[in-house]
């Protein structure tokens, strides 16, 4: 399988980390591409009509996009534990935290649009403060959230892979004020998964 990645996307990274966690890292072919919504990326394009990665070419040759998508299929491939639980209380647990971490990652890329990517004289404070506040908002959430506790699961690799991406690029601190965060992440990070898929890079727009 191929996967149309970046090395520094959260949501690629989250793919990656999953692919890693299930046995499945030495099936993907994994091929770095630069996007944006300012310069179109023909390849990702056409595989994407979004213009986005991550996206993954099965092995009948078949596209799918987005993270979330990708995530369930590769679960979907391996005989061990389940990153996305059947059933219960466990399964809506990881969804919603997953879904957080979307969220998250959505919203540092919009605040980095309103303080470095768009061009200064089209930036609009009041939108990079509202952006601010709801990284503040998820991080509070998720330092109270049930799902920290429990083996691995969507949600975790979801939330790892987004206050990862969200230190890297100096985005306001989710370890500030939130220990019990601050030291999940501390011991996730230290996962085999996420030492072999180490975010770099800049965006080009
Ligand atoms: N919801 C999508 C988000 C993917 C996404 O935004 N990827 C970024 C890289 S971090 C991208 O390729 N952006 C290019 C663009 O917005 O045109 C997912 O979970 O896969």
Same mark, same amino acid.
């Given at each position: 399988m191929k996967l149309l990645y970046q090395t520094h996307s959260p949501y690629a990274r989250k793919v990656l980390v999953l692919a890693h966690e299930v046995g499945l890292a030495p099936r993907l072919e994994v091929v770095h591409h630069e996007t944006s919504p300012t310069r179109g990326n023909a390849e990702v394009s056409a595989l994407n009509p979004l213009g986005k990665v991550p996206v993954l070419v099965t092995e009948d040759g078949f596209a799918l996009f987005d993270s979330v998508v990708i995530c369930e299929y590769l679960d979907g491939?391996? =005989?061990?534990?389940?990153?996305?639980?059947?059933?219960g209380t466990a399964r809506w647990q990881a969804l919603r935290l997953q879904a957080l971490a979307q969220g998250l990652a959505d919203a540092g890329i919009a605040l980095r649009w309103e303080t470095e990517r768009r061009p200064a004289a089209v930036r609009w404070p009041p939108l990079a403060e509202g952006q601010a506040a709801k990284l503040l908002a998820g991080y509070d959430f998720a330092e109270r959230s @049930? @799902? $920290? =506790?429990?083996?691995?699961d969507i949600g975790q690799i979801a939330l790892a892979s987004a206050l990862d991406w969200l230190a890297f690029r100096g $985005?306001?601190?989710?370890r500030e004020g939130r220990p019990r965060l601050a030291k999940w992440f501390e011991a996730f990070r230290d996962r085999p998964s996420m030492r072999a898929t180490p975010l770099s890079g800049e965006t080009r727009d």
């Open positions: 491939l391996h =005989d061990g534990p389940r990153m996305i639980p059947e059933q @049930a @799902a $920290l =506790d429990g083996p691995p $985005l306001p601190d989710f």
